[in-house]
């Protein structure tokens, strides 16, 4: 199973930024994908997740910013990140979790910098 993400980069606040992330492999049963970052000296947190049946969570520092989205029939997940701020800078990470076979799978991507700064 891999996840390739894409779509970060260099934004000035209030910019905007889409991230997308596909998941590759036939026998994974998905059900939750979602987005989670890491910025320099702190711990990895949630951004979105978003379930098969369209359930969505969102930290609270970015509800009314982003908005998270899935295409099921590719396996992608998207992140619309709209009013960027600088302490949205981080490293961006998807996320898929479901099941091989019946067994609990959770797999991450390899990242993807967001910078805001002017």
């Known amino acids: 199973v891999q996840l390739q993400a894409s779509g970060g980069g260099l934004v000035q606040p209030g910019g905007s930024l889409r991230l997308s992330c596909v998941v590759s492999?036939?026998?994974?049963?998905?059900?939750?994908m979602g987005w989670y970052r890491q910025a320099p000296g702190k711990q990895r947190e949630l951004v979105a997740t978003?379930?098969?049946?369209?359930?969505?969570d969102y930290a609270d520092s970015v509800k009314g910013r982003f908005t998270i989205s899935r295409d099921n029939a590719k396996n992608t997940v998207h992140l619309q990140m709209n009013s960027l701020k600088p302490e949205d800078t981080a490293v961006y990470y998807c996320?898929?979790?479901?099941?091989?076979?019946?067994?609990?799978?959770?797999?991450w991507g390899q990242g993807t910098l967001v910078t805001v700064s002017s």
């Open positions: 978003m379930t098969n049946s369209g359930s969505t």
């Open positions: 492999a036939s026998i994974f049963r998905i059900n939750t």
């Open positions: 996320n898929a979790e479901g099941s091989i076979n019946f067994r609990p799978k959770d797999y």
